[in-house]
Nanobody
Framework: VQLQASGGGVVQTGGSLRLSCEAS????????MGWYRQAPGNQREMVAR???????IYADSVKGRFTISRDNAKNTAYLQMNSLKPEDTAVYYC???????????????WGQGTLVTVSS
């Protein structure tokens, strides 16, 4: 199983970026998918999570600016980030709770990070 994150880059304050995260491999079912971020010197924090039923939660710091979505058929999650601020600068990681076989307890998998830099 692999999670491939993409879409990071450099953007000016107020700009937008869209991150993608695709889970691939021998997957039976994907439950929750999420985006986390870690800025230098800080702990990793949850940005947004979405369940298979499309239920979503957001960190207070990104509510109204970021939107998480997913395409269940593609096992892919997206993070649309608008009105970006310098404090959004971080490495963004995606995660997925998934099972490889029917009947197993879901396990959490992580993708490699993608760097988002917001310049002032």
């Amino acid at each position: 199983v692999q999670l491939q994150a993409s879409g990071g880059g450099v953007v000016q304050t107020g700009g937008s970026l869209r991150l993608s995260c695709e889970a691939s491999g021998s997957i039976y079912a994907v439950y929750a998918m999420g985006w986390y971020r870690q800025a230098p010197g800080n702990q990793r924090e949850m940005v947004a999570r979405i369940r298979a039923d499309q239920n979503k939660i957001y960190a207070d710091s990104v509510k109204g600016r970021f939107t998480i979505s997913r395409d269940n058929a593609k096992n892919t999650a997206y993070l649309q980030m608008n009105s970006l601020k310098p404090e959004d600068t971080a490495v963004y990681y995606c995660s997925a709770d998934l099972t490889m076989h029917r009947g197993l307890v879901p396990e959490e998998y992580w993708g490699q990070g993608t760097l988002v830099t917001v310049s002032s």
